[in-house]
């Protein structure tokens, strides 16, 4: 069998697994989660420990926020039962991490931002902490990744929870760290994720003129304004936001994979069990893979389907 025909007979075979509905979701997840004072005495608690585990484990890179663990024990030991799963689903995979210093203007309120991913699919390959003094009260701490499971290759992403009552300006200032970290690294691919408080009373339509990552018309915000990513009935709100800047990054994203993962529906946990892990959910988006078979093209396919049916049907 020749070699072109080989690789149609496989994208044929692809596309009748998802004709079929076998076919998982693909792409490379980038995940973020606000874990609302995640410290020791929350990692000591099993349920909630396994929940975030397995939350954690579905996404190749995740942002946690709103981390509370100057000691690192907390952080230890969500990796030591990341590294200890035993599941088929997971093949073995194991995970690193990253953590800033402990950032914030009030010694009652510090915290810090928290990269983990997968080893083997990705390398982090900068960091840096943005010094600039008043725009932030959690300054950005930004990483730069390098994967070969990507179509980009090699991205940036910026984390921000922001303060709440100072939502607008830190989110304009997100404009600065972007020319700060793309020039510094040469790469405009550049993605902003985290808790924003983009919503409700925080940020409002209004507001929205006020802040360069809507005005500018090079950054696509993958979250919608009335997705609700908290999870009380109390609250309805867009808080949690993910931001990319420019073409080439938007269009090496999977269509409509910025969304929120609601993981007491797919866990069937109750609202009480979720509560226990935090009030935000977290929110995803994937990028697309780098191998041929994900960026066969309509005609690619037609090509393939004709190539398989002379072989296998040569008299027609």
């Known amino acids: 069998m020749r070699p072109f025909t080989c690789l149609c007979f496989l ?18 997840r980038i995940c973020a989660y606000n874990l609302q004072n995640f410290n020791k005495e929350k990692a000591s608690h099993t349920m909630t420990l396994h929940s975030l585990t397995r939350i954690v484990a579905r996404c190749h890179i995740t942002l946690l926020q709103h981390v509370v663990d100057p000691d690192g024990e907390a952080i230890t030991t969500l990796m030591s039962s990341l590294n200890s799963m035993e599941s088929d689903r997971y093949d073995g995979t194991q995970f690193q991490s990253l953590s800033s210093a402990m950032l914030g203007k009030s010694p009652d309120d510090m915290q810090q931002y928290v990269f983990i991913w997968r080893q083997h699919e990705a390398n982090l390959t900068r ?3 943005y010094r600039k003094d008043g725009p932030f009260v959690r300054p950005p701490f930004v990483v730069k990744f390098q994967s070969n499971k990507t ?50 009373g925080f940020v409002t339509r209004l507001d929205r003129k006020k ?39 938007l269009q090496a994203i999977v269509p409509y994979s910025g969304k929120v993962f609601n993981f007491g529906r797919e866990f069937k946990f109750s609202r009480a069990k979720v509560l226990d892990v935090s009030d935000h959910f977290p929110i995803e988006v994937r990028l697309k893979g780098s191998g041929l078979l994900l960026q066969a093209t309509p005609l690619t396919v037609l090509l393939c389907v004709s190539a398989v049916a002379r072989l296998l049907l040569p008299g027609l």
């Open 11 to 28: 994208v044929l075979l692809s596309l009748l697994n998802l004709s079929t509905g076998k076919r998982e979701e693909t792409g490379f």
């Open 127 to 129: 960091q840096h902490q």
């Open 151 to 200: 179509q980009i290759g090699d991205f940036i992403l910026v984390p921000l929870h922001s303060e709440p009552l100072q939502a607008i300006q830190e989110i304009n200032n997100l404009y600065d760290v972007f020319e700060e970290v793309s020039s510094m690294w040469n790469n405009t691919n550049v993605m902003f994720l985290g808790d924003f408080h983009a919503s409700c």
């Open 211 to 249: 802040i360069r990552l809507y005005t500018n018309s090079s950054f696509s915000w993958l979250i919608g304004e009335q997705v609700d990513t908290t999870v009380t009935d109390s609250t309805s709100c867009a808080y949690d936001r993910i931001v990319v800047y420019g073409q080439p990054f």
